[in-house]
């Protein structure tokens, strides 16, 4: 977790990153001086670990770049298209409206053009995320707090226009709304007032900096990088005090002492988990003992079946996150750790780097107001079925137990009672399957990442096979856990394009139950030969050898592989088809 | 004066990222490449952070070279 650098900071902070490999190709749009915004993010990325390569448009020249197909932006082929619009350029354009009737539908009329220019980069052939930035809120006072009351007042446009844009986004796919206005709060001097005057520069260089550290964090969402799991300690971080000496009618939640300030940091928790992230507790306590207020005191926001890991004894912290780790089989920088006291936040960073490990504040009336400034929980995506996610971590706790009981593999395979279902895409998946390809690491065979826009593409493509697997045992449902698409390369041929699944079910031969399906369709089709590759990256070696397993031969000089379907022979899974 | 000098000199190469850049009184952005409209705006930014001062509108259009940036620096800072 970075802190948030001044402009010539992150300049000497991204000069010494290296070995970079994540390519990110990031092109910015604007109505005003963006050299020194470019430079920043371009910076950012590069603290971030990314390898940034950066288009900046000509001054003032957005809509011009836009429409122009042959445009250098277009060659530049970008992943993600900024648009950083400044309200002070659009004042002079609201001032240059002289009827009130058409100053009121300013609003409209630009609303128009923000369309007419998301519909340009679509024409022009190019799927890049589009992140437009929305209006910096600032009033002319031409008509102070009457400003609700007059549609032809430039304040009431602005309101107006930043809805539309969020009414927008809501059914556009891979647009997204950048808030500029809660970093601009609270930041010192945004506007160098001089430096506007004399040179265009409409944000100071660092207020670029700043503004240019939240949306890196939200790019690394995009690319598959995000916080999944919440670890919370208990005493004087869940709540005030301690339950091993003060007990439970003395601990500090919900009314008693500041219990108020604990209360909100639960409520936050509680909603984070309805959201989709896991809650999982380390705490430094018997566990009899740290478990009471969660199912005996009435004030308490969290109860035990909100959380999917308790981790309540005496070993060393880092251990103890080693071991949620393993459970929740999620990366250590996927994970959040919130304790107040300094010693044990510095033995999970001293050997856990990985997990971010906020410093949090004395007093813990600033928890939340810290915690919140932080932007830990950046997303780029949500679906229903990330509600169910802590039954489903708490499930997986019973089967860790079944298999303790169990002898063999096969023995306690067959006692899950395993139902699967294999099916091509439909449209009710869709958001789920470009989910798993944007969310999903380790058992990634090629990391592709695909948006639902391209998921209904592929669903509808003559020349795709696609699959999605969900499954279910006698502890309950995992819905939606594996994407297999198939590329249909010649009369022959068939190369798998995308292999994903959810590593809550390994070792469960889901891979076996797929490809045995895959293969007859595969042959219905007269089709014989499939191929396929492994791309490697730092978090998917799970599936170096997932090709091999599935008894494709490996052809040593390309590095690819082939599964002849003359010769396949059936592979065993305990899943019955449903 | 001198002080001042070598206090923008080091800032000069920080900012510009050039160890090698060696100021007079006049030297002028003509005289350093790193120096264009751009980074003008970055070493003026700089130099109010680093003398905690704040220029005017006037003062920065009317600067002909090092040693009038200096001034300016040094009417706020002896006043």
Known sequence: MNPIFSFRELQKKAKNTTGNVTDIRVAVLGNHTTSFFVKALENQLKVAGFNPSMFESDYDQIDITLIDGESELYKFNPEIIVVFESVIKLKDKFYSIKDTESQSDFYKTEKDIIQNRVSNIRANGSDAKIVYFSYELIDDELYGNLFSKIPHSFYNNLWQLNNELITFSRNEPDFYVFDINKYLKGTENYRDYT???????????????????????????????????????????????????????????????????????????????????????????????????????????????DISIFVANWKNKADNIRYIQEVLNIGFDSMVFLDDNPAERDIVRQSLPAVTVPELPKDPAYYMPYIESLNLFETVSYSENDKDRTSQYQQEAKRKKLISSVTNMDDYLKSLEMKGNISPFNSDDVSRVAQLTQRSNQFNLRTQRYTEKDITEFMNSENHLTYTVKLKDKFGDYGLISVIILEKKNDNTYFVDTWIMSCRVL???????????????????????????????????????????????????????????????????????? | MSNYIAEFETLFRDVLENDDIVLTNETTAHDIDEW??????????????????KFSSSEILQWQNVGEMIDSVKAKKDN
């Open chain 1, 195 to 305: 430096a506007l005057i004399n040179s265009d520069l409409h944000y100071s260089i660092d207020t670029f900096a700043k503004i240019s550290h939240f949306l890196a964090q939200f790019f690394n969402a995009f690319k598959g990088h995000f916080k999944k799991c919440l670890i919370l300690d208990l005493d004087n971080t869940t709540w005030g005090g301690i339950i091993g000496d003060d007990g439970l009618e003395n601990i500090q939640v919900g009314s008693l002492g500041i219990g108020k300030a604990f209360t909100k940091l639960q409520k936050w928790a509680k909603e984070l988990k309805e959201r989709g992230v896991i809650l999982a507790i380390c705490s430094k306590n018997t566990e009899e003992v740290a478990k009471e207020p969660f199912e005996k005191h009435n004030e308490m926001v969290l109860r035990l079946d």
């Open chain 1, 507 to 578: 070792k469960r031969d889901v891979e076996h139950f797929a490809l045995n399906k895959i293969v007859e369709d595969v042959k219905n089709k007269g089709i014989n030969i499939i191929t396929g590759e492994y791309l490697p990256t730092p978090k998917n070696k799970l599936v170096a050898d997932l090709l091999t397993k599935l008894t494709f031969k490996n052809n040593d000089k390309e590095d690819s592989y082939l599964l002849d379907l003359t010769n396949y022979k059936s592979l065993k899974n305990y899943i019955e088809n449903e």
């Open chain 2, 36 to 53: 264009d409209s751009i980074n003008h705006i970055y070493l003026v930014v700089e130099i109010e952070k680093h003398f905690e001062i």
